[in-house]
């Protein structure tokens, strides 16, 4: 049971981590604002894209 | 083990046991991405790309790390975060080093994450044992071309799909109340209809 317990926390602190890096390196020059209209399509309610297209578009 | 083992795994995963039409995993990006050809290219490309990857990843880790320790039963939860990370990853590496490439696939890797086809085919990789038909390691590269099979039955639907759909967009013949997502279904089920009658060949 601790080895899966452990694993499993250290798969969580492998995405945590790899997320955080992911979120600090800064998009291409030019490509940091996302083309609205290339993503209308999809309806995934957990792309984040989407939320922060929904975000700037409140403000 | 010889060649005609990797052209079957790739002809089968790719055409009879259709990720998308057969199986149903990865319907979201094939009914949501699918509406230009050039999206679900790009869509394709991406889902290609992650699904080698993640099954190279997963498999020696079930067998170098989940077995051994004798916690199997972690497997779904470990192959979603390892997934999840490994897209995360991917992303970061492009931003930094390919801006052609984030330009063509950056909008799609953070859909992958959500991608059930990736995760069922890390899945299929286990349970279809590999690894005690042709051994651990043979049966990786088994599970990399099996990946890479599914991944391209991926693509080759969402290509003929979005082109079937920029048609019926344009078609002016078509009764209102079937326009959009009701023709777009009725197409879904003919193709998975055809795909079925793939079936018997292998």
């Not at chain 1, 945590?16 to 399509?41: R, Y």
């Not at chain 2, 080698?52 to 199997?72: D, F, S």
């Amino acid at each position: 049971m601790l080895p899966g317990i452990l694993f499993v926390c250290g798969a969580v602190g492998l995405y945590m981590v790899s997320f955080a890096l992911n979120k600090k390196t800064a998009a291409p020059e030019g490509l940091s604002k996302i083309d609205a209209l290339k993503c209308g399509a999809c309806q995934n309610f957990a792309c984040t894209i989407k939320q922060t297209l929904e975000e700037e578009e409140a403000v | 083990m010889t060649w005609t083992v990797f052209f079957t795994a790739i002809f089968s995963a790719m055409l009879i046991n259709n990720v998308v039409l057969l199986r149903f995993l990865g319907v979201c990006p094939f009914l949501g991405v699918s509406k230009k050809t050039e999206s679900a290219l790009g869509m394709s490309m991406a889902v290609t790309f992650v699904m080698v990857v993640a099954a190279a990843v997963t498999y020696p880790l079930y067998y170098l790390v989940l077995k051994p320790l004798e916690i199997e039963y972690v497997q779904t939860i470990a192959f979603i975060l390892i997934i999840a990370s490994l897209v995360q990853l991917v992303e970061m590496f492009i931003k930094k080093f390919s801006k052609k490439l984030y330009k063509s696939l950056g909008i799609y890797l953070p859909l992958i994450t959500t991608n059930c086809a990736i995760l069922g085919i890390a899945v299929q990789n286990i349970t279809d044992n590999y690894a005690d038909l042709y051994g651990i390691g043979p049966g990786f590269f088994v599970a990399v071309v099996t990946a890479f099979g599914a991944a391209l039955g991926f693509g080759l639907v969402m290509f003929s799909f979005s082109s079937i759909r920029e048609r019926l967009d344009a078609a002016t013949n078509l009764p209102e109340s079937w326009r959009g997502v009701p023709v777009s279904l009725i197409v879904a089920g003919i193709m998975a209809l055809a795909f079925l009658g793939l079936g018997g060949i292998v």
